[in-house]
């Protein structure tokens, strides 16, 4: 009869504990969504571009972007020496060597290389600052900085969302026009005369709705890194304990939030 008792009593918490981590997975991801419109709208605001701003963030970008460029432009280049083999020769396998080039391009290009600098940027930089706003907000940094009159947002987070941002909007500039010469060099080889032909089909591959798409791809990409590993940084308790839970509550986050706006890129350029 107790067991019974116990049984039902239990059955009956069901319904109410998950009602309330569904309200609270709701309230989390409403922040992450409240956070990134206020570091949207301060990041293209004027004011916020003061001298002290400008520095920390030349410096963020600097450290995520300019100290990485070399290594990250080497990774991609060499993989997309590997891809560009591979479909090369795939391709005239099945004597389908005319579409090699549109499929370098979709695929290397408008796909794989924003998705490779966004993982890069995360890995290096998105973790790294997860730990240090986390490490900041336990500390207690943020009530310090609006005790003096300052605002934490403006002078501490902003700066880091913009310097991911940028991050990962250059690393996947660059990476692209280095691919896009890659891939000529990989169809045509060293000869000016498929020119004519690459020009062609590249400007088929890049019309006005799918250059724009990839640029709001990749800027969604860039602000995913800063946006939702700060976020998780801010839920953290203020305990020291907690801060690693808090980094890999938000990298996985971040990595959840990476794949569904890829999948839904995908989605709308190909369904």
């Not at 890194?225 to 976020?231: D, G, H, K, S």
Request: aromatic share 10%; glycine share 8%; net charge positive.
């Amino acid at each position: 009869m107790r067991q019974s008792s116990s049984l039902h009593r239990g059955l009956i918490r069901i319904p109410g504990e998950l009602g309330a981590a569904f309200l609270a997975w709701c309230a989390s991801w409403w922040r992450v969504f409240h956070f990134g419109a206020l570091a949207l709208v301060m990041a293209l605001s004027p004011a916020t571009y003061d001298r002290e701003n400008r520095a920390v963030t030349a410096r963020q970008i600097y450290f995520t972007a300019w100290q990485v460029l070399p290594w990250f432009t080497l990774l991609s280049a060499l993989l997309s020496i590997v891809l560009i083999r591979i479909v090369v020769a795939t391709t005239q396998s099945y004597g389908l060597s005319q579409y090699a080039l549109e499929m370098l391009v979709r695929v290397l290009v408008l796909e794989l290389i924003p998705l490779l600098a966004a993982l890069f940027v995360a890995l290096r930089s998105g973790a790294a600052i997860n730990t240090e706003v986390a490490l900041m907000h336990i500390r207690g940094d943020f009530d310090a900085l609006r005790r003096a009159g300052s605002d934490p947002l403006r002078r501490e987070l902003v700066p880091r969302v913009i310097g991911s941002a940028v991050s990962v909007v250059a690393l996947a500039a660059v990476s692209g026009v280095i691919a896009l010469l890659l891939a000529y060099i990989g169809v045509y080889g060293f000869s000016p005369w498929g020119l004519a032909g690459y020009t062609r089909t590249v400007g088929h591959v890049f019309d006005p709705q799918v250059t724009l798409g990839l640029a709001l791809k990749t800027l969604l990409f860039g602000l995913a890194v800063a946006v939702i590993p700060i976020t998780a940084s801010l839920e953290t308790p203020r305990e020291v304990r907690l801060a690693p839970v808090a980094v890999l509550r938000g990298m996985v986050r971040l990595f959840l939030v990476l794949v569904l706006i890829e999948g839904a890129s995908l989605a709308v350029k190909y369904i």
